[in-house]
Structure formats: structure tokens, C-alpha cells
């Protein structure tokens, strides 16, 4: 298993460009979300969703959109960016079990950079 | 309002002490609570979760504790080593959400060899 995968690694954009971040899990979980890392304050939930076609806002969706076509993929797009969105981006997925099985896997983040 | 902290930014001790990290929270009714490990550049690894209703979680050389009245989760590692070296993360995740974790923002442990 790859687990939770994520691309592009790293991304630099200019202000008002759209972008797609990619997130792809082969546990077959339900549970996907996406998070943004800031100095000093911890993940933040931006989007998430609890299956395929059904999706809902976090703590921080301005600015973002999400949709799930397919358990497997989970993509993040960004309308319009803006340097506040500067962060890096980690997306997650879990099952819908109980006790060990809603352990959250993580991917390895995309670094993105908004000029 | 909300919050979920952390004790401190950074915490030093020397190899073989016992690390402690505590997570405080206010204005939370946890389902429960989980610890996850992060290493520079990579994303969160889950290590432990304890529910309201337990009060002490063991793994090898981990140990978590849960006191709901004090509104607090205690991280220990023993026997600490230099490899165990990261920034630890409380999450909870309140009662009634689907699985949306609030995070606190990390505690980095370097371990001095």
C-alpha cells in the first residue's frame, strides 16, 4: 500500500492563479480531509468528507473547493490564490471504524508558496 | 471560546529522562484525544488515542493519561532517546463531529544525547 499520497511536493504561484492539489488514498477509507499547517498554530481543517460525492467545511474553507468523485481521490483546488494561503497542505483519510481503525493517516504535505 | 494548547513550544531534556507534554483544553466535550508524532518536513504519524471514559493509555514506551475534569492529557515517553526527537501534536476530536480533529500546535522534544 502507498497509503496517502500527494502532489506536487512543492508549488510556487502567483496571486489570483487557480491550482490543484492532489490527494489519493489506496486504504479504501472513507473518511478524507484536508489540513493547512502554519507556524504556531497547528493543523487546520479546511474541507472534509465522509464518502464519495458528500463533502463539507472545516474550521478555514474560504478560498478553497473540494469534491469526491471516488473514495480514492480527495483534490483541493484554490479559486483564486492569495498570499495568506501560503502554508503547507496535508491531506488525510481514516476509516469509518471505531477505536483503532479511526486512526488518521496522513500524507506528506505539499509546500506551497503564493507571491 | 475554543482552545486547544499545548505546554510549551520546545521542551529539552537529557537521554534517558522522561519526557512529559501536556495538552490542555477549554470550552471541549471530547469523544476523545490522540498524540501524533511529526518529523521536520513530513506529515503527522498517530501514536495513541484515549477516550473520555479511559484514564491511562500504554505502548511501549509511551504513556498517556486523560483527566477530563482538569481538562487535560498528559504525553510521556520513557527512557527517552535522541531518535524520539519531533514535534509531538495533541488532537481532539469533539463529541458528535463525524472525525474532524482540532489540533493543538505542537510541543518539538529534543533529546539530548
Known amino acids: 500500500n502507498a497509503g496517502v499520497t500527494q502532489t506536487p511536493k512543492f508549488q510556487v504561484l502567483k496571486t489570483g492563479q487557480s491550482m490543484t492539489l492532489q490527494c489519493a488514498q489506496d486504504m479504501n477509507h472513507e473518511y478524507m480531509s484536508w489540513y493547512r499547517q502554519d507556524p504556531g498554530m497547528g493543523l487546520r481543517l479546511i474541507h472534509y468528507?465522509?464518502?464519495?460525492?458528500?463533502?463539507d467545511q472545516g474550521e478555514v474553507p474560504n478560498g478553497y473547493n473540494v469534491s469526491r468523485s471516488t473514495t480514492e481521490d480527495f483534490p483541493l483546488r484554490l479559486l483564486s490564490a492569495a498570499p495568506s494561503q501560503t502554508s503547507v497542505y496535508f491531506c488525510a483519510s481514516s476509516s469509518h471504524g471505531q477505536g483503532a481503525r479511526e486512526t488518521q493517516y496522513f500524507g506528506p504535505g505539499t509546500r506551497l508558496l503564493v507571491l | 471560546s475554543q482552545k486547544i494548547e499545548q505546554n510549551s513550544e520546545a521542551l529539552n531534556i537529557q537521554e534517558g529522562k522522561t519526557a512529559t507534554l501536556t495538552c490542555n483544553y477549554t470550552n471541549y466535550s471530547p469523544a476523545y484525544l490522540q498524540w501524533y508524532r511529526q518529523d521536520p518536513g513530513r506529515g503527522p504519524v498517530f501514536l495513541l488515542l484515549i477516550r473520555e471514559n479511559e484514564k491511562e493509555k500504554r505502548k511501549e514506551r509511551l504513556k498517556v493519561t486523560f483527566d477530563t475534569t482538569l481538562k487535560q492529557s498528559l504525553f510521556h515517553i520513557t527512557a527517552s532517546q535522541p531518535a524520539d526527537s519531533a514535534t509531538y501534536l495533541c488532537a481532539l476530536r469533539p463529541s458528535g463531529s463525524a472525525r474532524q480533529l482540532t489540533f493543538g500546535s505542537g510541543t518539538q522534544l529534543t533529546v539530548l544525547p
Open positions: 468528507s465522509v464518502g464519495a460525492g458528500i463533502t
